[in-house]
């Protein structure tokens, strides 16, 4: 019954975001380039980074613009708005408190910071000493990087770093996070934040020995959950097939870059430690 105004909202709020990331991008690339190649660069970059499609005009990404601060933040959040999905979008427009807000915008709201926050926190202590990510930059960039590697994941496919040369702890973080994924009806991949946290709540019922799950004093009804769990296992189950054929066709290559990739491939992130173009 919604449809009409979702896709309204769809279109309206994808113009605006991406026409605000447009304008942004035009002034932090000004410096650098004419007006014309700027604002080319802008509207390029502020759709693939609304949309989570991750596509960069240049082979490194984003890696050429490592000091443009400015830049990567506003291509972090244009993907971080697109990746919480258009009916939380909707409906904080609409409420505009949080109170009157529905349990699954804030269920997606507090996933969303919680998993930014604290993978930004892991990947800038793992990486601050590795001379070959964030060791060599200041401490404002630092902050910034480590930012925009614990938000990326989830499905927006850019790096501002080279991925390959992240610790094995980095590494794995950011294959949870790409599982993960962002919210639902939105442009980002994975399972999406509302089934981790069903998943994630459903555990803490039954160890608690309770029969209902109950968010922000909703309950949620057993086929929601059995959804969480039937999307996850087919997930990993695609996951898993694919990592045994890549690794029983290429098996020059590492145990860890097979499995990035895969996972990668699978929740639509596009990401990846350098294998891509040496696969069969």
Known sequence: SNIKIIAMAVISYTLFFEFIGFIILTLAWLPHFGFAKSSFYALFYSISAFNNAGFSLYGNSLMGFQHNIPLLLTISFLYILGGLGFVVLLDIKKQRKWKKLSPNSKLILIGVLALNIVAFLLIWIIE?????????????????????????????????????????????????????????????????????????????????????????NHSVSHEQVFKALAVTAITSMFIMLGIFILLALEPKHRFIDIIFEVISAACTVGLSRGITGQLH
């Open 128 to 216: 601050a000493r590795n001379m070959s990510t964030l060791g060599q930059l200041s401490i404002i960039e630092q902050i910034t990087h480590a930012w925009f590697q614990a938000t990326v994941p989830r499905s927006s496919g850019f790096n501002s770093i080279d991925t390959s040369s992240l610790s094995t702890a980095s590494t794995f973080l950011t294959m949870i996070l790409m599982f993960i994924g962002g919210g639902s009806l939105s442009t980002a991949g994975g399972i999406k934040i509302g089934t981790f946290i069903i998943l994630i709540l459903s555990v803490i019922t039954f160890l608690r020995r309770q029969d209902e799950l109950v968010i922000f």
